[in-house]
Structures are given as structure tokens and as C-alpha cells.
């Protein structure tokens, strides 16, 4: 019998590269896609079956974490092996704009999920991993961050998650739910959302270098995260569900970047070497050097300025994580550091704006405006 396993936020970054693993592992895989006006499913196209198709692996219901009875009908209807909490209104400024939604979505959706698997009998068959996340600390309490860092909360798409992290770990005491959290630390990717620094960043160097755009503008360079790669990221979710016990883990790399240091980075991919100067919102960053003809651009351009429409109320300054326990105890190990993954980014927005810029001097429109 093939293993059963349930993904919600199926179409987003870590909901891609989890499907692809599971059904490389042999699962039928299950995803809960929202309705939306447009089709919201570009990342996992790839991997769509024809639903005539005698052997089919992967399944798409409607659904929204924010419907008990459509979770309910779903979680009975498929009864998973393992479900994956992914969904998540996942955008910590714009929770902000929109606390409210992000509580329902990002902390009662988990009480959702919890619930249906109490209601429907399901404790002793069905386990189920927590995408809880590095914004927990928020406010630097100790570093490097571990299991037993204490959490300090700095926005309502952090709070939510509070939430969601102990009534997960509530009911796998009180009900012994195989319920586990995995606090993974910031992990980016090609199909990271554009919104998110890194890709916005590699967008933009990307369009910059094509001469389709002239300047990047930011918020906060001091911030410091500890980046890795999705596809490192999603492994470690599944081991979690492999394990004899249910339990909290902490995922990331070790190492920490400030945003400053990943713009550098993802231009010099481009053989463009920045500079800068100032200070707060008066920082900018400009070319020192170019050793690449095919992207030339003047020592003394200046491509980078901060926005401080781009600071959130409240930052959060500093994650860098302890993974010791994910390695001693799940033995994982990420295959990407800070370079590879700003080079894979970097490159593939090449790739996707070259395009762009073919067909837009072939005299097609395209969506991305020059700027
Ligand atoms: P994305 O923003 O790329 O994807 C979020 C997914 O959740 C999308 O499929 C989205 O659907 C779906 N979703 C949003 N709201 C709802 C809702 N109300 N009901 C059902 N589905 C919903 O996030 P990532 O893939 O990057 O992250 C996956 C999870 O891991 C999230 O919970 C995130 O908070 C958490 N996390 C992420 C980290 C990271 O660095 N990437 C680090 C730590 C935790 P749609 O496509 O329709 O918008
Ligand atoms: P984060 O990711 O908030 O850590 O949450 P994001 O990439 O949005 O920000 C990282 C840091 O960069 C600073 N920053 C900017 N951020 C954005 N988005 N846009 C800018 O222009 C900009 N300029 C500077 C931010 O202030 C911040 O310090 C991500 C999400 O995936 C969450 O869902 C997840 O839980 C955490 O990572 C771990």
C-alpha cells in the first residue's frame, strides 16, 4: 500500500519541492488549492497527472485552512498517513496589513487540522508536521537559536505561529498525536515568492544586468538571516515525520548573512562588484567594478537604494540557528550554502528576464515592465 500524504500550501515554495520528494519516494500525494481567479498552480504544473489517468499520485482538492468543515471532509475522505501544515498566510510585513486573517489562517488553521484528526479517530494513524518557523525568536534572546531558546514574538504572522507551535505540542501531549514542529530557519529557492528579499533581490540583479531595470530599492541591510535552500529544507520535513517519536526540530544552517552582504553576493554573480556608502536610510550602493562585458554597467552607477517604506514596525534583527539536534537525531545535513543558492537564484532569473527580454524586442508585450 502506497503511503498516503496530505500537503497544505501544496502551491507554494516548500508545498513544490515537498511534492516532488514524496512522490519520488513513492507516496500519493494529496494538496489543498485555493480557489483563486487565476490558476494559482504554476510551481507544481510539472508534476500535474491527468486526472483520466489510470495511476494517478498526485490530487488537488479545493480547500482553505480557515474552513473546519472543509478540512474535516478532506483529512476523512483521504485519510492520510501524514499530513503537512504548509499554509500559511506567510508574509511577515504584510501580516502586519492583515493580522487579523493571519491569525485565522496561520494559527487557528493548525487547531483546524488538530481538531479533524481528534474528530474524525485519526490520533494513532495519522502524523502531522507543523511548518513552524526562526520568526519565533524575533527579539534576540541568545544565539546561535535552539529548541530551547526561548521565543519572543515580533509580528502577528510570528504570534500566529506561537500558537500554532503549542497547540501542536499540546495535543501531541494531552491527545499523543504524532504532532511535531519543524522551526526552519529562512529557506529560499527559484520559486521563492518575489516578495520575499532574496528573490527580490535576484530579480533584480537579473533585470538590472538585461538593462530592463535601473534600481533596486530596500528596506533594512543590517538584517541578518540565516539562509538556505528549499530543497535542503523539505527533506528535513519529511525525516521529521520518519521518526520513532514526534518531537520539535530546529533547521538551518549555521551561518548568517546580512542583507547587505546577499546583494553583494548576488551581483557579483553577474561579475558586478558593489560598494557602499551612507548610513540608514540614506545607504546606497553603487558599482565599484564590472569584469563583465555582456552586463557592463559604469564604476559609480548606482543600483541599490534604501525605501524605508520597506522597515516593518517591528524587525527582527539576528537568526542564525543550532541545527545539532536535526543532525544528531535525523541526521540531516544541508547540501547548500549561501553561495550555491544566491548563484542557482541568480541564475535562473537570467534566464526567466532574458526570455522576457527576447520576446519584448521581438515586439511581444510581457508582463514585467522596464523600468
Ligand atoms: P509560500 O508563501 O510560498 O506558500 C504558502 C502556501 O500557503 C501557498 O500554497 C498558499 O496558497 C497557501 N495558503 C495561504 N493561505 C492559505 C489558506 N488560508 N488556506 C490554505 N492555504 C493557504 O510559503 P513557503 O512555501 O515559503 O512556506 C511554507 C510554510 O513554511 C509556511 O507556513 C511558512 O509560514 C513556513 N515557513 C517558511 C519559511 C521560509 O523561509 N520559506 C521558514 C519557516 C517557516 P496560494 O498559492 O494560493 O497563495
Ligand atoms: P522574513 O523574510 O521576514 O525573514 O520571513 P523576508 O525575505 O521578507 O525578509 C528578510 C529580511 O530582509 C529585510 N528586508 C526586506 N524584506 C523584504 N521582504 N523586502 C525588502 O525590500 C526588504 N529589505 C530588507 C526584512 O526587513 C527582513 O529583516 C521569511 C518568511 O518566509 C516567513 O514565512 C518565514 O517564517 C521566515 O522567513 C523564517
Known amino acids: 500500500m502506497k503511503k498516503k500524504a496530505l500537503i497544505t500550501g501544496i502551491t507554494g515554495q516548500d508545498g513544490a519541492y515537498l511534492t516532488e520528494l514524496l512522490l519520488s519516494k513513492g507516496y500519493e500525494v494529496h494538496g489543498i488549492k485555493r480557489r483563486s481567479s487565476l490558476l ?4 507544481i504544473d510539472h508534476l ?9 499520485n498526485l490530487i488537488l482538492h479545493y480547500g482553505d485552512l480557515s474552513d473546519s468543515t472543509n478540512l474535516i471532509r478532506i483529512i476523512s475522505a483521504v485519510k492520510p ?6 499554509g500559511a498566510m506567510s508574509h511577515v510585513k504584510v501580516s502586519f496589513d492583515t493580522p487579523e486573517y493571519t491569525a485565522n489562517a496561520d494559527g487557528l488553521g493548525t487547531l483546524r487540522l488538530l481538531e479533524a484528526i481528534r474528530i474524525l479517530g485519526l490520533e494513532k ?10 520568526e519565533l525568536y ?8 535552539s529548541e530551547n531558546t526561548p521565543f519572543y514574538p515580533r509580528s502577528p504572522y510570528a504570534v500566529a505561529k506561537l500558537y500554532a ?31 520575499f528579499v532574496t528573490r527580490k533581490i535576484t530579480r533584480a540583479v537579473a533585470k538590472i544586468a538585461l538593462g530592463m531595470q535601473n534600481k533596486l530599492y530596500l528596506g533594512n541591510l ?7 535552500h528549499a530543497k535542503d529544507f523539505v527533506e528535513a520535513m519529511y525525516l521529521i515525520l520518519q521518526q520513532d517519536e514526534p518531537g520539535d526540530f530546529v533547521i538551518a544552517t549555521g551561518v548568517t548573512t546580512t542583507v547587505r552582504e546577499f546583494v553583494r553576493l548576488a551581483f557579483l554573480q553577474v561579475g558586478i562588484y558593489l560598494a557602499f556608502t551612507g548610513h540608514g536610510a540614506d545607504e546606497k550602493g553603487y558599482v565599484e567594478n564590472c569584469t563583465n562585458p555582456d552586463f557592463y554597467l559604469e564604476p559609480g552607477t548606482e543600483v541599490v537604494s534604501v525605501d524605508p517604506n520597506y522597515y516593518r514596525p517591528t524587525e527582527v534583527e539576528l537568526l542564525i540557528g543550532n541545527p545539532a539536534k536535526a543532525k544528531a537525531k535525523l541526521g540531516w545535513e544541508p547540501k547548500y550554502d549561501i553561495y550555491s543558492l544566491a548563484n542557482e537564484m541568480v541564475m535562473a532569473d537570467l534566464e ?14 510581457v508582463n514585467d515592465q522596464y523600468e
Open 125 to 134: 494513524k495519522t502524523k502531522i508536521y507543523q511548518a513552524s518557523t526562526s
Open 222 to 228: 543590517d538584517a541578518q538571516r540565516d539562509w538556505g
Open 81 to 86: 498517513d501524514e499530513i503537512y501544515n504548509l
Open 165 to 195: 507551535y503549542w497547540i501542536t505540542v499540546n495535543y501531541r501531549e494531552a491527545y499523543g498525536i504524532f504532532a511535531s514542529n519543524g522551526i526552519l530557519f529562512n529557506h529560499e529557492s527559484p520559486l521563492r515568492g518575489e516578495t
Open 138 to 145: 524575533g527579539l534576540v534572546q541568545a544565539v546561535p537559536q
Open 352 to 365: 526567466l528576464f532574458g526570455r522576457d527580454k527576447l520576446l519584448k524586442e521581438s515586439g511581444y508585450v
Open 40 to 43: 494559482n498552480t504554476d510551481r
Open 48 to 56: 500535474y497527472q491527468d486526472p483520466h489517468e489510470e495511476q494517478i
